[in-house]
């Protein structure tokens, strides 16, 4: 994996986790002076699950991306 494709992950990674935690921390901020929270609203679950799914999945990507990536330099050295 060359340094463009490695960097592409990475900032897809960090554009997901950021749209999870707008939408989580807009779950709290909608519900406002009361106590209650919108995270148990199908809308928001929804996006939650989504975003928090397609998270999980980048960082465990970016992980074993790393990790080939340092076993290529191992095996060349």
């Known amino acids: 994996m060359d340094h463009t494709r490695f960097a592409f992950l990475i900032f897809l990674a960090q554009v997901v986790?950021?749209?999870f935690y707008i939408v989580f921390f807009l779950s709290y901020l909608l519900?406002?002076?009361s106590t209650d929270?919108?995270?148990g609203?199908?809308?928001f679950r929804l996006l939650l699950q989504v975003?928090?799914?397609l998270f999980l999945i980048l960082i465990g990507a970016t992980f074993v991306a790393i990790l080939l990536a340092m076993q290529g330099k191992r095996e060349k050295v």
Do not use: R, W
Request: glycine share 26%; hydrophobic share 35%.
């Open 31 to 33: 519900g406002l002076p």
């Open 41 to 43: 609203d199908p809308k």
């Open 17 to 19: 986790g950021s749209a």
């Open 37 to 39: 929270n919108l995270i």
């Open 51 to 53: 975003f928090g799914g």
